[in-house]
């Protein structure tokens, strides 16, 4: 069974930051872990921010885009997740980014890994997805 895991936590895997080594950890003992694509322009925006700020240079940036998909075993595609992930946004009254993690976490019957906060709390309105804090 896979392990889906979302922007908050694949970010780690790029910046020293709290959390940094349970991502790191998680990627190295986890065989099968998977994202909605929509992952690489999450990390990829995150990652911009951080070298707007100071903390990366923009070949770090570059590096953390390039190898990005490499640390996940399978990106599955938007498509086959919107029409569910538009579902669960009306239900939950959250965003739909969020909800296409949900909606693949569903269909795979496999558990969330998160380190952000509104993430876990989803956890507690939809119950069928367990939502596992990293």
């Known amino acids: 069974m896979s392990l889906i895991v979302d922007a908050s936590v694949a970010v780690k895997w790029f910046s020293a930051e709290d959390g940094a080594d349970r991502a790191e950890a998680l990627f190295v003992t986890e065989p099968d872990l998977a994202a909605p694509e929509l992952i690489l ?54 965003p739909i980014y969020d909800c296409l993690y949900l909606a693949l976490a569903e269909r795979e019957q496999s558990a969330i890994v998160t380190a952000d906060g509104r993430m876990l709390a989803l956890g507690q309105k939809f119950a069928t997805v367990e939502i596992r804090p990293l």
């Open 41 to 94: 322009a999450e990390v990829g925006n995150a990652m911009w921010k951080k070298h707007r700020e100071g903390w990366l240079s923009s070949a770090q940036v570059a590096a953390a885009i390039e190898r990005m998909p490499r640390f996940l075993q399978r990106l599955v595609p938007i498509i086959d997740l919107v029409a569910r992930a538009s579902e669960l946004t009306s239900l939950l009254d959250h």
